[in-house]
């Protein structure tokens, strides 16, 4: 009897755990979604931008290799490209799946080209 309480319980945890995590996931979908609008806006000077290009491709070689998955800080503000940039690493941290994989490495790449382009 126990046993099978421990296991219902369990169960109702493991629950609560899986849509807190989609909610989060939403989240900062939603909150990359809001930052692109202030990304265009943002003017970089060549060395910003440099910068920022070595920062994401270094985010696109942990992404992709296995290792050095950061935790992402929530108490530094950040502008939005970093902001966009570290949510990747969290959403990945989040959900190991190769979907979440693709999404990052396709967010870091659109903001490369966006940088690029400026």
């Known amino acids: 009897m126990q046993k099978a309480k421990n296991q219902m319980q369990y ?3 493991s629950k609560q755990n899986i849509s807190k995590k989609q909610n989060q996931k939403e989240r900062l979908q939603h909150n ?3 930052k ?3 990304i265009q806006k943002i003017k970089l000077n060549n060395n ?3 910068f920022k290009i070595k ?3 270094s985010k696109l070689r942990q992404i992709i290799g296995i290792h050095g998955i950061k935790i992402y800080n929530r108490q530094v503000k950040l502008n939005p490209i970093d902001q966009v940039i570290s949510n990747c690493s ?3 941290k989040i959900n ?3 979907i979440h994989q693709i999404k990052n490495i396709q967010i870091l790449i659109a903001l490369l080209i966006n940088l690029i382009k400026q």
């Open 11 to 13: 169960n109702k945890n």
């Open 32 to 34: 990359n979604r809001y």
């Open 36 to 38: 692109w609008k202030e």
């Open 48 to 50: 910003q931008k440099q």
């Open 55 to 57: 920062k994401i491709l």
């Open 90 to 92: 969290y959403y990945y």
């Open 96 to 98: 190991k799946t190769n």
